[in-house]
Every structure is written in structure tokens, then in C-alpha cells.
């Protein structure tokens, strides 16, 4: 079981992101999937989850509005679009599979990715 994060990168406030998970090794459509973030000396924090069909979604209060969390069960990919970027989203962004309903709670998820580095630039 394997979930692989990529799209990070450096961009400027104002710029915009998406990143990808692949999923590997599980029945992708029985997990619901998250985003989770750390930026440097802080907690890993909720951004979003969705659930196994993708037909419900839910948000950090931070990111509402700017961030997109989606899935495509046919490539064993969730998404997470991210416009606006701010330099208080610069973080090691992660995601995490829940082989259940979509969780906003960080210790509900079985499966973790490796991660990768979101950095705006103001």
C-alpha cells in the first residue's frame, strides 16, 4: 500500500498549485482520502477530505474558498488545487487514506503519503 504525493514546488502569494496523490496497493474507491499540512515548527493540521465517491468535501476554515480537494477513482488519484496562495500556506503538504467515511481527525487515517513541499514566496 503506497500513496505517492507530487506537485509541490516554489510560487509566488497570489499563485496557484495542484497537487496529486497516487494510489497504489488498496481499492482506492473504499477509502475516503485527506490533505493534511506542517509547516516548520508546528503541528501536522487538517486542509481537506472527500469522501469515497467524491460527492462531499470539507475544508480547514483557512482554506475554504481557495483550495479544491477532488478524486478520480478511475486513476487512484485525489487532488488538491490550490489558488490564492498565501505565504502562510508554505508547509510539507501530505495525504492520507481512510478506509471508512472522510475524517477531518488526523488519527482516523490508516494510510499515509511521503509528502511533499509547498513554499509561497512573498
Known amino acids: 500500500v503506497q500513496l505517492q504525493a507530487s506537485g509541490g514546488g516554489l510560487v509566488q502569494a497570489g499563485g496557484s498549485l495542484r497537487l496529486s496523490c497516487l494510489a497504489s496497493g488498496l481499492t482506492f474507491s473504499n477509502y475516503a482520502m485527506g490533505w493534511f499540512r506542517q509547516a516548520p515548527a508546528k503541528e501536522r493540521e487538517f486542509v481537506a477530505t472527500i469522501t469515497r465517491s467524491g460527492g462531499s468535501t470539507d475544508y480547514a476554515d483557512s482554506v475554504k474558498g481557495r483550495f479544491t480537494i477532488s478524486r478520480d477513482n478511475a486513476k487512484n488519484t485525489v487532488y488538491l488545487k490550490m489558488n490564492s496562495l498565501k505565504p502562510e500556506d508554505t508547509a510539507v503538504y501530505y495525504c492520507?487514506?481512510?478506509?471508512?467515511?472522510?475524517?477531518?481527525?488526523?488519527?482516523?487515517?490508516?494510510?499515509w503519503g511521503q509528502g511533499t513541499q509547498v513554499t509561497v514566496s512573498s
Open positions: 492520507a487514506a481512510r478506509n471508512g467515511v472522510r475524517s477531518i481527525r488526523e488519527v482516523a487515517y490508516d494510510v
